[in-house]
């Protein structure tokens, strides 16, 4: 049985990576301070091989036990959280990052840190493949974000080359499901909340600006693929199908069954506008690819999170 740590165990990616690791056998040590997480998350799991601890990564991270894996997602990840904490997003990327391989390279084990599509920012070239350097505001009011992103993949990889340590980066492309907040500010969230109250949906800009959204189970499969391989570099993991964020406007009023219609707000500073994976590497290096089509995810995510859940009730 081999013990992973995960950092933000208790968010939302976190909690389905936990049921996952538990599920192929594994002890799982879920590490969160609760900022953006949240017990609810996780209070359905009952394994002796699931221990929970509040600990804020920014300070000391002592995990007496052996290691054999460190999952570090733990970060602010929607605009709402990481404008709202700006200081605390910055420290996650840099000091959590920093404790966080620090513990891996003590415990020697393998460590996977989840970085982000947003390191490659408003971006000029379509798809986007990891060889990409990105178009990034580093001083815009999402730079808090990107940069930390950047400097927790710049900080990994001098890890990896000086110090031996056994990493991997995993940049995350827009993810969604069963436990997305139902006010976390991103779009399928948004927009099911509003469907399912028969509210307008608010599109920002024109609506034309893309988007390309891969089901959680499809992303945690990934995530686990990576950690558990040999590659050191990082590997874009998300669905390459695009679309508008009109389109998925549109497509979530149909599946919701939902008498809403459509309203256009001031597009957001520095909101990108594009945004696909090229997964090349992964296909090749995982041999991993999504499953699940959006019309099915959105589904799935409706019949399994509740329609009180999504629309925000118990907010």
């Not at 013990?3 to 599920?23: D, R, W, Y």
């Not at 009952?46 to 990564?57: C, V, Y």
């Not at 997602?73 to 959280?81: C, E, H, K, Q, V």
Request: with cysteine.
């Amino acid at each position: 049985m081999s013990t992973c740590v995960i950092t933000g165990g208790a968010g939302f990616l976190g909690s389905h990576l936990c049921e996952h690791l538990l599920g192929k056998g594994h002890r799982v040590i879920c590490v969160d301070n609760l900022e953006t997480g949240s017990l609810q998350n996780i209070e359905h799991i009952r394994d002796d091989a699931f221990d929970f601890r509040n600990i804020d990564i920014t300070e000391k991270v002592d995990i007496a036990e052996d290691v054999d894996f460190v999952y570090h997602l733990a970060s602010p990840a929607s605009p709402i959280d990481y404008l709202r904490l700006p200081l605390h997003t910055l420290k996650v990327g840099s000091h959590g990052t920093h404790h966080m391989l620090g513990l891996a390279k003590f415990k020697r084990a393998r460590f996977l840190i989840a970085s982000t599509s947003e390191v490659y920012g408003d971006p000029q070239v379509h798809p986007q493949a990891e060889d990409y350097w990105g178009h990034v505001n580093p001083i815009g009011p999402r730079g808090v974000y990107d940069e930390a992103k950047r400097y927790a993949e710049a900080l990994t990889m001098a890890y990896h080359r000086q110090q031996g340590v056994d990493t991997s980066i995993v940049r995350i492309f827009n993810t969604y499901g069963p436990r997305m907040r139902a006010h976390d500010g991103r779009a399928i969230p948004t927009f099911l909340r509003q469907a399912l109250k028969d509210q307008n949906l608010t599109v920002f800009g024109d609506g034309s600006q893309t988007r390309s959204f891969c089901y959680v189970d499809d992303l945690i499969r990934g995530i686990v693929a990576l950690a558990e391989s040999d590659v050191h570099t990082p590997v874009n993991v998300g669905n390459p199908n695009e679309f508008t964020l009109l389109e998925l406007a549109k497509t979530v009023i149909e599946v919701a069954d939902s008498r809403s219609e459509i309203i256009y707000e001031p597009l957001p500073v520095d909101d990108p506008q594009q945004r696909q994976p090229d997964i090349t590497r992964a296909r090749d290096l995982l041999g991993w690819e999504p499953q699940v089509e959006l019309r099915e995810g959105l589904q799935r995510t409706i019949e399994q999170a509740g329609v009180e859940q999504l629309a925000g009730a118990s907010d």
